[in-house]
């Protein structure tokens, strides 16, 4: 059976430990005294997994949403230099939009 990452990191200490037990690999010899953070390193390595979590944007383009949200930066530290509070509120509102279309695409 194949595992994620973040489906083993819900799992608990006693389900980590009966997966463990039907695994024949080193990394999981003496899974019995493994706490849980040194028990999912184990499986990981024993299922050649990646030890973090990977957030998968959905259908967005997550380079070109943040290389806009440092061309707004860059406008607005240009606009506090004027002054003009009217741009300012604009270009704030931009920026916060972005980062809440971020957001909300992150599984």
Same mark, same amino acid.
């Given at each position: 059976?194949?595992?994620?990452? =973040?489906?083993?990191?819900?799992?608990?200490?006693? #389900? @980590?430990? #009966?997966?463990?037990?039907?695994?024949?690999?080193?990394?999981?010899?003496?899974?019995? +005294?493994?706490?849980?953070?040194?028990?999912?390193? !184990? @499986?990981?390595?024993?299922?050649?997994?990646?030890?973090?979590? +990977? /957030?998968?944007?959905?259908? @967005?383009?997550?380079?070109?949403?943040?290389? +806009?949200?440092?061309? @707004?930066?860059? =406008?607005?530290?240009?606009?506090?230099?004027? /002054?003009?509070?009217? +741009?300012?509120?604009?270009? =704030?509102?931009?920026?916060? #939009?972005?980062? =809440?279309?971020?957001?909300? !695409?992150?599984?």
């Amino acid at each position: 059976m194949a595992h994620t990452y =973040r489906e083993l990191k819900e799992k608990t200490v006693a #389900e @980590l430990r #009966e997966i463990a037990s039907g695994i024949e690999h080193e990394a999981v010899k003496g899974y019995t +005294q493994l706490n849980k953070e040194h028990l999912l390193a !184990a @499986l990981c390595k024993a299922f050649n997994l990646d030890m973090h979590d +990977q /957030h998968a944007a959905k259908g @967005l383009d997550k380079t070109a949403i943040k290389k +806009q949200i440092r061309e @707004l930066k860059t =406008r607005r530290n240009s606009v506090l230099a004027a /002054h003009d509070l009217a +741009q300012l509120k604009e270009v =704030r509102h931009q920026i916060h #939009e972005l980062r =809440r279309k971020l957001r909300r !695409a992150v599984v």
